[in-house]
Nanobody, 121 residues
């Protein structure tokens, strides 16, 4: 499985940004895609997860982003999106997508390169 994240950039506090994660390879090899982020000097944080294999594309989110971030998928385009609204300075980080073997994104099998999100006025 290969993953390619993109869409990062500079945005003002309160603004929005949408990240994309294009995945390639057999969907038999993974069941979900997770988004992570890591800010300088901080531990990596899982932002959320979306099931690829289930028909309903169930999702789960970290408490820190619930209500502001939304993960969606377009299986026809092999792409998972992370829509980020009401961005805060503390959301600034490098964002990564990862393939997971299980539908809850607990067992990770591959990582994409990161994309930088900068939140600043």
């Amino acid at each position: 499985v290969q993953l390619q994240a993109s869409g990062g950039g500079l945005v003002q506090p309160g603004g929005s940004l949408r990240l994309s994660c294009v995945h390639s390879g057999s969907t038999l090899d993974f069941n979900a895609i997770a988004w992570f982020r890591q800010a300088p000097g901080k531990e990596r944080e899982r932002v959320g997860c979306i099931s690829i294999s289930s028909s309903d594309g169930r999702t789960n989110y970290a408490d820190s982003v619930k209500g502001r971030f939304t993960i969606s998928r377009d299986n026809a385009k092999n792409t998972v999106y992370l829509q980020m609204n009401s961005l805060k300075v503390e959301d600034m980080a490098v964002y990564y997508c990862s393939a997971a073997i299980d539908s809850q994104c607990r067992v990770l099998s591959a990582w994409g390169q990161g994309t930088q999100v900068t939140v600043s006025s």
